[in-house]
């Protein structure tokens, strides 16, 4: 797979299922990509990439992807996803992608994204130029789940 990465797009979503996999499908299918293929990256955004509002991605599509998903089963319990970028002064430089999920609210789960892309910067003795998260929560009924992801994509990749 060699494509040349153009843009990146980060959503979250979160929903109820019949099992954790339906749970999590679900969630896909609430952030809006639950029709593409994930491939899961690790954290780092290609230089002068920049971040724009989800697109429509040609079903089926082959998309790396930073993610976290969250998913129980205990009803009553409160769970979170987010995941965060930053991009360096420097727009030759790549920007770092963080990810965070666990029994938590959605201000927590940013709070934690905030702290690990400050550190990312930190040991890459680098300063922040832009940064964004995208969050979300959920409180189980019965199986629920809660995702956040930032895609990479290529211009073929788009409807």
Do not use: W
Not at 43 to 67: D, F, M, R
């Amino acid at each position: 797979m060699t494509k040349t990465v153009t843009m990146a797009a980060a959503t979250a979503g979160h929903a109820e299922g019949g099992t954790t996999l339906n749970a999590f499908d679900n969630a896909l299918l609430a952030a809006g990509i639950g029709n593409i293929n994930l491939i899961k990256i690790s954290s780092i955004l290609p230089p002068e990439v920049p971040i724009i509002e989800l697109p429509k991605i040609k079903l089926g599509a082959l998309i790396p992807t930073a993610y976290a998903a969250m998913t129980s089963e205990s009803p009553g319990q409160t769970v979170a996803a987010a995941v965060g970028y930053a991009l360096p002064d420097d727009p030759a430089k790549n920007g770092v992608i963080m990810e965070f999920h666990g029994v938590a609210t959605k201000a927590e789960a940013e709070r934690q994204i905030h702290l690990m892309l400050e550190e990312a910067f930190r040991v890459r003795g680098e300063t922040i130029r832009e940064r964004g998260v995208v969050a979300a929560e959920h409180t189980v009924e019965r199986v629920g789940c809660a995702l956040a992801a930032i895609t990479l994509l290529a211009d073929e990749d788009l409807v």
